[in-house]
């Protein structure tokens, strides 16, 4: 069983940064290509990022394209988003998501993961 958790949330100030992490357990987090989504309220889930496997694929939406940053670490179980200039419209609750085992690619699309962790909170104030 794939477990996901995510930190790193919390309130900051308009044009602040903020890391997120995601610490995978149960399966070995290499095999899993992995996600970002977030989902502000009365919104649908939205994709953030992708990234590959191994690392070397990554996807944004144009949205947060140049201030956002997904990245791993195989050998720690864990991944990242790096969030920079942060905007008021960036607000949401955070998620998480692993794709299936063995697929390489990470998708833009919610219905192609098959794990989820709980979510963090991210609030920017203006």
């Known amino acids: 069983q794939v477990l996901l958790a995510e930190s790193g949330g919390g309130l900051v100030q308009v044009g602040d940064s903020l890391r997120l992490s995601c610490r995978e357990t149960?399966?070995?987090?290499?095999?899993?290509?992995m996600g970002w989504f977030r989902q502000a309220p009365g919104k649908e889930r939205e994709f953030v990022a992708t990234i590959s496997r191994n690392g070397d694929t990554t996807s944004y939406p144009d949205s947060v394209k140049g201030r956002f940053t997904i990245s791993r670490d195989n050998a720690k179980d864990t991944l990242y988003l790096q969030m920079n200039s942060l905007k008021p419209e960036d607000t949401a609750v955070y998620y998480c998501?692993?794709?299936?085992?063995?697929?390489?690619?990470?998708?833009?699309?919610?219905?192609?993961?098959?794990?989820w962790g709980q979510g963090t909170q991210v609030t920017v104030s203006s």
């Open positions: 149960g399966r070995p987090f290499s095999a899993y290509a």
């Open positions: 998501a692993a794709r299936p085992f063995a697929l390489p690619y990470g998708s833009p699309s919610a219905r192609d993961y098959a794990y």
